[in-house]
């Protein structure tokens, strides 16, 4: 990534940042609504995988600049996303929500070059993630975790 869509994309979250609570709103509601399948994945509370969704993205995209320091723990999400029945599709709804809930929370600032700066930060992480399970499925190298919704636990 570019400098340039570094500093858009971590411009653009400390405007959603004041506004998380809904932000987290507006992304679950839409995955849902577009994947109600998923909707057995998570808790039926949702109120703290609101927040780790939230803390988890804030943490990125801070740490954007330096990607290199993120990659080993998106790797390590990626392998342990491998036991919960995480698929490759499931990588595309969760970017499909989350663009969706940029641009409702950003309003008129969400513009094409954010948009474009937003789609390859998440296809970044989705790619490191989904590289990882591959790998880790082809070594058989799985984590074990107990069964609960894999997007509950989608970013710790």
């Known amino acids: ?4 869509k570094v500093a858009l994309v971590q411009e653009s979250f400390k405007k959603v940042a004041p506004i998380a609570e809904t932000a987290a709103d507006i992304f ?5 609504e577009q994947n109600p399948e998923l909707t057995s994945l998570f808790p039926a509370e949702m109120a ?3 927040k780790k969704l939230m803390k988890t ?3 990125a995209v801070s740490n954007l600049h330096q990607v ?3 990659v080993p723990v ?3 999400l990626g392998v342990k996303h491998v036991a919960y029945g995480v698929r490759d599709e499931h990588y595309d709804a969760v970017g499909a929500a989350l663009l969706y809930t940029l641009e409702k929370g950003l309003g008129d600032a969400w513009t094409a070059e954010l ?8 296809v970044l992480v989705s790619t490191v993630m989904k590289n990882a399970a591959h790998k880790a499925e082809a070594e058989a190298v799985v984590v074990t975790v107990p069964k609960r ?5 989608l970013f710790g």
């Open 74 to 76: 998106v790797e390590a």
């Open 48 to 50: 703290e995988q609101k």
């Open 28 to 32: 679950y509601g839409r995955l849902f």
């Open 149 to 153: 919704g894999f997007f509950s636990r």
């Open 57 to 59: 993205l804030g943490v």
């Open 115 to 122: 948009k474009d700066a937003w789609t390859e930060t998440y």
């Open 1 to 4: 990534m570019t400098p340039e």
């Open 68 to 70: 290199d320091t993120i």
